[in-house]
């Protein structure tokens, strides 16, 4: 069942929520990719900032967006993962604890894609009992649901950074993420200062229907339709100067 405008029952209840200068649970412990147990502190003593990006592995849409997107942004700035900052993707799949192989195959990956000497020392990929998901996921604001008509999670898409005492300093939504406000996002948590609240353009993953025969909103990006009206208005506006432009063309030949 969907709202008027579209949003599906799943959705209404998930979202990321800007929890900025929030302390991230440092003593919730995790498995890493090789299986051991780890507390999530562990990656903030380093004394570097903590990029946390909440996925699961097996997810078949957004969350490979997500860190596409992300490693692709990082390989846009100067700053080294495993040197200048970290990065921590927190599985909010409690299944996936009892699959190690997963985690270890997706750092595999994504330190391949990043291509960066050392790379394997700031790449890191989490799973956890659903307590310490439960935990970490409350603390950052991430909600999530399970659908059980598709028999996936329903969630948005976004990452935040973390200064190195493991407070919240910046949020980034979406799969697209400018290079210049990760490196900026870096340099604030570095400094241990806490930036603003960012424009919640979500999107969401939700998988195909077929009980109904359509998709659920499978990626869906929530607009403003004031930005939609703008669109329209130029489109317009752009249409008439072009028809009078070409009118005094012909007028000028006769």
């Known amino acids: 069942m969907s709202e008027p405008n579209g949003l599906p029952e799943a959705l209404k209840t998930i979202g990321i929520e800007q929890k900025l200068g929030a302390q991230m649970p440092m003593d919730v412990e995790f498995k890493d990719e090789d299986g051991k147990a780890v507390k999530l502190g562990s990656y903030f003593n380093t004394g570097r900032p903590v990029i946390i990006a909440f996925v699961y592995y097996e997810c078949p849409m957004l969350c490979n967006q997500v860190l596409n997107g992300l490693s692709g942004s990082l390989k846009g700035i100067t700053f080294d993962a495993g040197k200048d900052f970290d990065v921590v993707a927190i599985s909010f799949d409690a299944r996936e604890n009892d699959k190690p192989d997963l985690a270890k195959n997706k750092k595999a990956a994504y330190v391949e894609r990043y291509g960066r000497a050392g790379a394997e020392k700031g790449w890191h990929f989490l799973t956890g009992t659903q307590e310490s998901i439960d935990k970490a996921t409350a603390a950052a604001g991430f909600s999530y649901k399970w659908d059980e008509k598709s028999g996936q999670f329903a969630h948005a898409a976004g990452v935040m950074i973390a200064t ?20 900026f996002g870096i340099m604030e948590s570095n400094e241990n200062k806490v930036g603003t609240a960012a424009e919640q353009l979500l999107l969401y993953c939700y998988h195909y229907d077929p009980s109904t025969g359509k998709y659920g909103l499978a990626i869906l990006r929530v607009m403003r339709v004031g930005g939609v009206l703008t669109l329209a208005l130029m489109g317009v506006m752009g249409f008439v100067f072009w028809r009078r432009n070409k009118r005094k063309a012909v007028d000028g030949e006769q």
């Open 164 to 183: 190195p005492e493991g407070r919240l300093s910046r949020y980034l939504y979406g799969i697209d993420y400018s290079p210049k406000d990760i490196k």
